[in-house]
């Protein structure tokens, strides 16, 4: 159960905080935190409260940026992407 | 000149791409894109914008996110920082 995916949205920062900690105490060896747009900013947060207040035994293994292309009626956006990808230290 | 380092706040996000092509035309091997708060995601668009559309050869070398402490009159508050460093590819 390494494919664990938190993503990032409009909720409560806490809410993703609490889902990121449930899926490490039901197993799994990481989580990856993701997020695009505005949420960027709420997924690092997610990521340092997560190791820092409640599991200090997690470890940042990677973080990726990237960009998607969204198709909307007009016209196609790009939208940064963000992901963070959380590990049991070893 | 490896240690230009780009502050991204609240002005236009060409702004900070301007400035980060500045630093690799001027020379430097290396820029890093820093910003806290919700300042994060834009730091993450002026990242996708200099390699995207118009330094190709420019690479991600590292990205780190941490939390910092600011001490306001009535409590401290904590707030997410992230460094992205963009290098000239090999």
């Known amino acids: 159960m390494s494919d664990a995916v938190v993503f990032v949205g409009t909720k409560p920062i806490m809410n993703y905080v609490l889902a990121t900690l449930t899926q490490f105490n039901e197993g799994a060896e990481s989580v990856t935190v993701k997020a695009r747009g505005r949420a960027i900013s709420r997924a690092v947060d ?39 990808v959380l590990e049991k230290a070893g």
Chains 1, 2 share one sequence.
């Open 46 to 84: 997610v990521a340092e409260i997560v190791r820092n207040r409640f599991l200090p035994g997690i470890n940042i293994k990677e973080i990726k940026i990237d960009t998607e292309e969204l198709e909307s009626e007009q016209r196609r956006v790009n939208v940064s992407t963000i992901e963070i």
